[in-house]
């Protein structure tokens, strides 16, 4: 079993930053690719930036420039640095990473999701 753990979300004004962190723990034996996803209310899931273990990394359009994935593999932790918040960006994020358990199995697993609200 593989849990994420995620922690980092509040409440800011337009202009501030936050950074969310991601802690990937259980029968883990590698982690591929790591990322963060967002649903504001009443829209879809989308995707906000991914990360592959060897660090390419991939932001929806709307957050280029401003927002910041890495990953740290031996903490098996993904943080998303996010800079110039705009209200738009409030939603709920969620976390995932997919990869191989160590029974060889690939797994697929999120986290709790963490509110992050911009507003004035």
């Known amino acids: 079993q593989v849990q994420l753990v995620e922690s980092g979300g509040g409440l800011v004004q337009p202009g501030e930053s936050l950074k969310l962190s991601c802690a990937a723990s259980g029968s883990i034996l590698s982690i591929n690719v790591m990322g963060w996803y967002r649903q504001a209310p009443g829209k879809q899931r989308e995707l906000v930036a991914s990360?592959?273990?060897?660090?390419?990394?991939d932001y929806a359009d709307s957050v280029k420039g401003r927002f910041t994935i890495s990953r740290d593999n031996a903490k098996n932790t993904v943080y998303l640095q996010m800079n110039s918040l705009k209200p738009e960006d409030t939603a709920v994020y969620y976390c995932n990473a997919d990869g191989l358990a160590t029974s060889l199995i690939q797994f697929t697993s999120w986290g709790q999701g963490t509110q992050v609200t911009v507003s004035s």
């Open positions: 990360i592959t273990r060897g660090g390419r990394t």
